[in-house]
């Protein structure tokens, strides 16, 4: 079982729907969650940093964290063909200095 | 500089021949990271420099890979012997060293290598 699963998609939704993406992990030590968006032939970029259960919201994202479940989602409103990416979850335990563990990733379409 | 530069930003390569692969960190940045990304799955951890630390090799599939930072600075991943399987994209990241900085992770472009 990987350390971090996560649905590869691909997801394709319309202009302006809420999309929601999620992970599933197993190791309780993770801390610290992570989403970053991956554009075609780009590296990841970082787009959202949690490290406590609950809700954390920027602009039109949304990340939460449900420690109890090992659940975290990313939903994004209003989405937008720029939105267009691949999305990956990241968690981390503290003190464990050396790596982030990814998930798999979601490809995700939002069609105009 | 800037970002995370990586080059070459594309590499063909037969069959057994070796390549090297190159990272340029953020400047200030002493955690290094790299990583392979194959065709539909996630991020793959390879090795990680950490200041003046030994590195942690723990991900490196096989002896034919290895690698080296010169200086806390440039890191060089080399693959010897190339093989079909070694062909994905290599990202390399870098990160501040302690504190919460330690946990955001900057990625360069990566270096897409095809093994003929």
């Known amino acids: 079982q990987k350390e971090v699963e996560q649905d590869p998609g691909p997801l394709s939704v319309p202009e302006g729907a809420i999309v929601s993406l999620n992970c599933t992990y197993s190791?309780?030590?993770?801390?610290?969650f992570m989403w970053y968006r991956q554009y075609s032939r780009k590296g990841p970029e970082l787009l959202m940093y949690?490290?406590?259960?609950g809700n954390k919201e920027d602009g039109r994202f949304t990340a939460q964290v449900d420690k109890s479940s090992k659940y975290i989602s990313l939903f994004i409103r209003d989405s937008q063909p720029s939105d267009s990416a691949t999305y990956l979850c990241?968690?981390?335990?503290?003190?464990?200095?050396?790596?982030?563990?990814f998930g798999s990733g979601t490809q995700l379409t939002v069609l105009p | 500089g800037a970002g995370v530069s990586q080059s070459p930003s594309n590499k063909v390569t037969e069959k057994g021949k070796d390549v090297e692969l190159r990272c340029d960190p953020i400047?200030?940045?002493?955690?290094l990271y790299w990583y392979r990304q194959s065709l539909g799955q996630g991020l793959e951890f390879l090795i990680y420099f950490q200041g003046n630390s030994a590195p942690d090799k723990s991900g490196l599939p096989s002896d034919r890979f290895s690698a080296e930072r010169t200086g806390g600075s440039v890191s060089t991943l080399t693959i010897q012997r190339t093989q079909q399987e070694d062909s994905a994209v290599y990202l390399c990241?870098?990160?501040?060293?302690?504190?919460?900085?330690?946990?955001?992770?900057?990625f360069g472009a990566g270096s897409r290598l095809t093994v003929l």
């Open positions: 400047s200030g940045h002493t955690a």
């Open positions: 190791n309780s030590a993770f801390q610290y």
């Open positions: 949690t490290y406590s259960s």
């Open positions: 990241a968690d981390k335990a503290p003190g464990s200095a050396r790596q982030l563990t």
């Open positions: 990241a870098s990160s501040l060293q302690g504190g919460p900085g330690a946990n955001v992770l900057t």
